[in-house]
């Protein structure tokens, strides 16, 4: 059902509109819908646009000192998955790939730098876990992989960690996706330290004019757009529902 809200199933409803509106010889009114939707898909490509979704929706800054995690009491680095990829080149076993990828990428950064152990979420963790293992020489700690939304990736991770008297917790994903992302894993009972990753070309790096189109900001800025609209999605729909109990789904990897 989502696919029918999505930008190109948006923009034939527009059209559709605009074909009735001149059917109807409300002309004014198409060429006024008309220019609305030009104008609308010009401002989706601009660096302004990056700038207030980022302002609104990718609030949280970079980690400056991951060094740090552990002095501040940091128990876990816990990542969430954005998708796999089934790798012919590889042995076609399923490896991170979409948003997990980097994601994995700081998160064995951190490990690094930290020593913290590791916990995959999502229902790609186990491709995750195999990129982790062969490609950075480390091993998850835990791996959860029946968690299809960032809802059930906070729900299940607290399953794992908090009877484990683990709540501090470095959450890894992606710059859109921190706000939403710490709101729920807070809601379960997390102390949460944002590590954001892949920030919107790195904060518009070379700073260009703040209108100039630019293709590669079209999906980023339907991105924001999507996560400001998840923001409210989930104030809303858990604003007044408690907290729920953490479902029993613990996998430890030995």
Known sequence: MKVFFSLPFLLIYGLLLVSVLVHLRLRRS??????SMMASLYLLCTPWLTHVLMRMVAKTP???KPQ????????????????????PETGSSSVAGGYSLPRLRYAARLARQSGLPVLLTGIEASAMA??????YGLKAAWVESES??????????AAILLPLNINRVALVTDAWHMSRATFVFKRHGFLVTPAA???PLA?????????????????QNMIGISELLGQVLYRIKF????????????????
Request: hydrophobic share 40%.
């Open 130 to 135: 195999r990129t982790l293992d062969q490609d």
């Open 148 to 157: 299809l939304n960032t809802a059930e990736n906070a729900d299940r991770t």
């Open 203 to 219: 904060y518009i790096q070379g700073r260009p004019p703040l209108l100039l189109p630019r293709n590669e900001l079209f999906a």
């Open 30 to 35: 198409a060429i006024v819908l008309l220019v």
């Open 62 to 64: 970079p980690l400056e």
């Open 197 to 199: 990753t892949s920030y």
């Open 68 to 87: 740090s995690l552990v002095d501040n009491g940091v128990q876990a680095i816990v990542v969430a998955g954005g998708g796999d990829y089934f790798s």
């Open 239 to 254: 604003r007044s529902s408690p907290v729920p109990s953490p479902a029993p789904s613990a996998i430890p990897v030995s």
